[in-house]
């Protein structure tokens, strides 16, 4: 099992950027595939990204080229960083660890623990 926190949220105008962190507990970090979920009211979690234990990433289309995901397992954390934000854009975003290690997991399901939730707005 792992702990997460996410941070970093808040209120930004179209275009800008922000940089979210996860933070995780546990010995084994390295070893969990990591992933970025949001939910927008009214809406599904939608998966955003994902990276596994050995640094292979994949994103959904509408971030491509926006959103970036990395983790630094020295630190215990995994990043997403996100730039030209659109209106859009705006959900709470959950971070998320898997034991399919190498795996870039698509599904909510396929994620064991989640984290809090920081809220991303973006306005127009």
């Known amino acids: 099992q792992v702990q997460l926190v996410e941070s970093g949220g808040g209120f930004v105008q179209a275009g800008g950027s922000l940089r979210l962190p996860c933070a995780a507990s546990g010995r084994t970090f390295s070893m969990y595939s990591m992933g970025w979920f949001r939910q927008a009211p009214g809406k599904e979690r939608e998966f955003v990204a994902a990276i596994n234990s050995g640094g292979a990433r994949t994103t959904t289309d509408s971030v491509k080229g926006r959103f970036t995901i990395s983790r630094d397992n020295a630190k215990n954390t995994v990043y997403l960083q996100m730039n030209s934000l659109k209106p859009e854009d705006t959900a709470v975003y959950y971070c998320?660890?898997?034991?399919?290690?190498?795996?870039?997991?698509?599904?909510?399901?396929?994620?064991?623990?989640w984290g809090q939730g920081t809220q991303v707005t973006v306005s127009s």
């Open positions: 998320a660890a898997s034991t399919r290690a190498w795996a870039t997991p698509l599904r909510a399901d396929e994620y064991g623990s």
